[in-house]
Structure formats: C-alpha cells, structure tokens
C-alpha cells in the first residue's frame, strides 16, 4: 500500500466556499486510484475560502507519474447544489515527487472535472495516451462554452452570449468586480438625477455652471484641464498624451485638400511653413474618417461632427502649437481655415470641433475596437483553441481577465440600439457601425505594434511624447518576457509550424477578428518563433499597455466637457468674424446630454479594487524552473520602469502616468 499526499488550497475570494462533499481521483502512467472522498479533520470547513486542507490517498502500488486529475463534488442529502473555486491541488507522491495541478475556475455541479499536472505541454510533446485524450476532451468543451457570434456585419466577432451570467463561470467578474461596477455606475447617475440634471434637456448658459456638475468627483488632472482648456500649447499637448496619441504624424507635404497658404502660418521666426516641413517640425492630425458620417439626432435636434484637419508647428522651445484648422476635408469657401491669428472665438471654435472630432474617433475606434474588440477575439480564439496545460493558455490567459464580460456590457449598454452612444453621442446615429467597420479596415499589424507604428508615423524624435517613451519600453520589456518564456518550449521554427494548437489560435484570430482581410498584415500562420514572440508581444501589449493609455485618462481629458464635448449641436462658423461666447454656448450639448457623458466617462475610468498590475499573477499557472525566474526577471524590469516614471513626472505639472506598469491593469477590464 502507498499513499499519496494530496493538498487542496480554496481561493480566498467571496463565494469561493464549498459545503458539498468533494471527491478526487489521481491518474498516473501506471494506474489511476479509487475515486476518493477527500475527508479529512476540517470536516465540512476543509473547502472554506481561504483555507488550505490535506488528505490522504492510498493505492496499492503506485501508479507512476502523475498525468492528471478527476475532481467531482456531490452535495449532502437535503443540501443545495454550490460552486467551489478551488486555486490548485498539489499532489506528493511516495517516491517523494510533487505535482502541480492548477485549476483556478469555478466548479459547478456534479460533473467530473479534468485538470493536467502543471508542467506546459504544447501538442506536440503530449505523447500519453490519457493526456491527450484529456487534451482533446478539454477542447471539445471549450468549443461549445466559446462559440462564435456576429455582432454586426463588418466588425471583429464576439463571444456568444445572452447575458453576462450565461458566460462561463471562469471569465465573469468576481462578485467584488460586479458590485463595485454597478455600485460606481448607479452613484453617479443617482447623484445627478438628485440634482436634476440628467432630464433636463437645456442649453448651457454660463460655463462656469458645467463645473459644478461633478464637483466632487474631480482629478488632478481634471482641474488642470479646467483652468486650461483654451491654451494652444495645451490642445497641442493633448496629441501626444491624451487619450488618442496614434493620430498625429509628421507632415513632409501639405495634404492637396488642405491648402494652408505658405506665408500666411504664423510662425516664430523667420522661417515659412515649407521650410518648417523641411526641418521637421510641422505635424498633422487627419479625421478623415469621419468624412460623410450622418451625425446623430439628439434630444429630436440634429448635432454635428466634422472631419477635421489639423496642422501642428513644433517650437524652438519643444511646444507643440496649432497653427491650422480645416473644420470639413472639402476646401470651399464656406469652409474656412482657421488660424490662431483670427479672433478669440474662431479660434476657439475651431479646437472645440477637433475636440468633438477627436472624442468620436477615439472612443469608437481608438479604444472600442483597436482595444476591446480586438482583444476579445484574442481571448476567445485563446479560450476555444488552447487547453490549460498548453504553454500559450498559461502565458495569456491572465491578460483575459474579465474583457468578455466589460464587452458584453460595452454591446449592451454602450453601443446597442437605445445605448449611451445612440442617445448622447454625435456618431451613435445609424452610421455607428459602418463607421466602425471602415475603422477595421484601417488596422494593420504594424498599426498595433508600437515601434512600428511611431516609425511609420515619423514621431522617433519628437519631445515631450510620454506615451511613446514609456510605450516603447514597455513593449521591448514584454518582448523579453515573452521571448524567454515562449523559448522554453519552441526550440526552432519547426516547433511552432507542428502546433497544430497554435494555428488554429492564429487562424481564428485572421478570420473572425480580421475577417479573413490579407492587407491587414496580420499573419495566417506562424512559421518562425520570432513571428510568434512578435504577436504574442502585440495581443499582451494591446490588452494591458495601449489600453491603459486609451482608456485610463478618459475623465482626466473629459470630465471638464468644454474641452471634449461628446456632441455639438449647431455646425461651425462659415466666415470669419461670427463666433462668440453665447454661441460657442449653444453649440455645447445639452444639460443632460453632458452629464450623461461624464458620467459615463467617469465609471470607464473607474478601477476597481480587485485591480491586478501587468506582471502580477496571482494564479500559478507556470510550476516550472525558468518560466517562473522569466516572470520575476519580468516584474522587476516593470519595476524599474515605474521608478524612471515616477521620477520624470516629479515636477511636471501633467505627469503622464497611463503607462506605469503600477497602473497598467493586466488585461482590459473596464
């Protein structure tokens, strides 16, 4: 008779406890044991939250090395069916070799539930014959729990669900999550509608009034933005380090619709505009996309949204100022192009319409798809095509915490018929979704890889880009940790081509993310480990990183409407010389159209506290030697970076911190 050490650990979050008998059977190369009642002297609390039991388990001779696991729970009679979350089980066999088993899910009901010894296998070097036949199991399941479903026509596909709760148990919010979420939405909204704000449909008719909407819920920032609004420096800062950093680029040659005249830029110095292209020092901000988008209609008022251009002069003393605004893409005489020569309420306008531009771009196609779309495709095709043991699922999974449910949400109460986006935002109209399927058509690969995307945008050396700074060294510090991690189990190219997993992964993510479109550049299949770490790279940097910096500082820029008004419902000025205060008022959106909005904007930027930093894994999913040293080698180069950072911003009076890995939330989660 041998006897087998077995430790089971129970999560220690709220509901994790369990009081049905839990039963365990241990599968070996060599024989499996009894299916064993784990009962030890803890009684009924051996699977309370928190707690960690052990039990024993006798065979008659061993059965070998441990394969895998069968856990199955059976309430008591007269007892109600409950869920358990136990966090791993670690089994000590008689010749003295532990093994890891993590589990980290939910179990529900009767049913036998598998899970592999912890060591990462890809498919290829999974040569048991219950292993596989467990691995092949597993993914028959996942492909029912994680079906594909069409949102809309032209758009990335999404998860199919009917409602948050019909999920899987694994991938919706902690009930903290869930109760904090709903908590900071259902505040806000109730704190206006005590002031009477959110049904009242009036115009502004004192700026100084929309201050005292939220006043207390404010952010350092949100009262810097306050008190400098109007400031061209300010409304050129924004383009580097607000919210939507990824449109401005270098401009070498005007663009033939945007006839700026040569010598009428008012520049400092001697120099003209061409010579000023010619240095390097001249950028534009381009919304073409927006062109022919039919605005919305709201509070039965029709709103408008222009197609800016914006052209930008870097100063001697590294300031980036508006020195050109084009409100319409067509030159025409009733389409002006303002200067910041002209009088202060043309000029103002003007930067309010790029303002509003720049809010719909962002939020539709900055952050909505090139973040949360995408990263849902990522996290789906991961959970279909990948079982727990591969060595993928155990690197990406936690950079899937919680987006299936925050997008479920985002489609139901974001940009649904009779959402926020239908009812108080300027491109919610009917041509939310074309807009959103030409935005897709626009994403590259080398658009959602940043070394690539600054290249290609000529911004390498423009000063002051915080977001390109700290971007960059995130990317090269998730690249390391990947590669070191990913090289522990494809030794050569050959490796990754006999995956047969990892195809699949990348074949789904072509064709329901990308909609099987070539020019995207994203690739079909793998061929090289290199292309692998690349792409892995790419889904753990758009998850984490470039969604802090889209997402993080939405009411730090927007809590103060004036300067990111969400719609506008007068169109510009014609001609010069008719702008004024009381109409820059007017053009503002309505009473509750405005408060809609920052509130919105207010729970999006919320973080809740069960928030987990890019680089924590609280869940051991990795039980080997290297990758468990890669990840420590990994957390303290994040670490490092959030003091160079901290450091930098000391001082600044806008410190840019949407990338500190401290803030950085690990996978988009709100």
């Not at 199955?72 to 088993?101: A, H, I, R």
């Not at 991938?171 to 900071?184: H, L, R």
């Not at 509608?193 to 009036?202: A, F, H, N, R």
Request: net charge negative.
């Amino acid at each position: 008779m041998v006897t087998y050490k077995v430790t089971v650990s129970t999560a220690n979050i709220t509901h994790a406890t369990t009081l049905n008998n839990v039963f365990i059977k241990l599968v070996g190369t060599d024989g499996e044991s009894e299916h064993k009642w784990l009962m030890g002297l803890k009684g009924a609390s051996s699977f309370i939250a928190g707690v960690v039991s052990s039990f024993k388990v006798s065979c008659s001779v061993s059965i070998g090395k441990l394969v895998l696991i069968e856990i199955d729970k059976q309430p008591l009679p007269l007892m109600p069916e409950d869920s358990w979350f136990p966090d791993k089980v670690v089994v000590k066999s008689p010749e003295g070799d532990t093994y890891n088993f993590p589990i980290y899910r939910w179990i529900t009901g009767s049913e036998v539930h598998r899970f592999r010894e912890g060591t990462a296998l890809t498919v290829f070097e999974d040569d048991h014959h219950l292993g596989r036949y467990s691995r092949q199991q597993e993914l028959i399941q996942r492909e029912k729990d994680y079906r594909w479903s069409v949102y809309a026509e032209g758009i990335p596909h999404c998860i199919k669900s009917k409602d948050p709760l019909s999920l899987p148990c694994e991938v919706q919010f902690s009930y903290t999550k869930s109760t904090e979420f709903f908590f900071t939405a259902s505040t806000g909204l109730t704190e206006l509608k005590l002031k009477g704000l959110t049904s009242c449909k009036e115009k502004w008719t004192d700026i100084g009034h929309i201050g005292r909407v939220f006043c207390g819920k404010r952010t350092d920032i949100s009262d810097y933005v306050k008190e400098h609004w109007k400031e061209d420096a300010f409304f050129g800062y924004q383009f580097l380090n607000g919210v939507n950093p990824i449109l401005i680029r270098r401009c070498s040659a005007l663009p033939s619709n945007f006839p700026v005249p040569n010598d009428h830029v008012y520049i400092r110095g001697q120099s003209n505009l061409e010579d000023e292209m010619k240095k390097g020092n001249i950028f534009l901000c381009d919304y073409k996309s927006l062109d022919g988008i039919k605005p919305n209609v709201i509070n039965g008022k029709k709103q408008y949204l222009m197609a800016p251009l914006v052209l930008l002069h870097k100063t001697p003393d590294d300031k980036l100022m508006p020195i050109a605004i084009q409100l319409k893409q067509t030159p025409a005489a009733d389409n002006p192009i303002f200067f910041p020569t002209d009088s202060e309420y043309d000029w103002l306008m003007a930067k309010i319409f790029v303002r509003n531009a720049d809010f719909n771009e962002h939020e539709l196609n900055v952050h909505l798809l090139r973040t949360h779309l995408l990263t849902e495709v990522f996290a789906v095709s991961l959970l279909r095509n990948m079982p727990m043991v591969h060595p993928l699922y155990k690197l990406l999974v936690p950079h899937t915490r919680y987006t299936l449910q925050i997008n479920f949400l985002a489609r139901r109460l974001l940009i649904s018929d009779g959402g926020f986006f239908e009812k108080f935002v300027a491109s919610g109209g009917e041509d939310m979704m074309p807009f959103l399927k030409k935005s897709l058509s626009s994403v590259t690969y080398s658009s959602l890889c940043i070394p690539e995307d600054i290249a290609e945008r000529g911004m390498e050396d423009v000063p002051n880009f915080y977001y390109r700074d700290d971007g960059l060294k995130l990317w090269d510090i998730i690249h390391r940790f990947v590669q070191g991690v990913l090289s522990v189990y494809y030794k050569n190219d050959a490796d990754v081509k006999n995956d047969s997993e990892l195809q699949k992964w990348i074949s789904d993510i072509f064709e329901h993310g990308f909609l099987s479109q070539e020019f995207s550049g994203i690739p079909q299949s793998f061929t090289t480990v290199a292309a692998l770490v690349k792409f892995v790279t790419m889904v753990i940097f758009t998850g984490s990183a470039q969604h802090s910096a889209v997402n993080t500082g939405q009411y730090d820029y927007g809590g103060w409407m004036p300067n990111t008004p969400i719609s506008l419902q007068l169109p510009p000025p014609t001609t010069k010389g008719t702008a004024s205060e009381a109409r820059m008022l007017e053009t503002f959106p309505d009473v509750n159209t405005t408060v809609q909005g920052m509130s919105t904007l207010w729970l999006l930027s919320k973080q809740s506290s069960d928030f987990v930093a890019l680089g924590q894994y609280p869940e051991d999913h990795f039980s080997e030697e290297i990758p468990c040293k890669v990840i420590k080698a990994f957390q303290g180069d994040l670490q490092v970076l959030g003091a160079v950072i901290k450091a930098r911003n000391e001082g600044m009076a806008v410190p840019y911190t949407y990338m500190d890995p401290a803030k950085v939330e690990n996978s988009v989660a709100i």
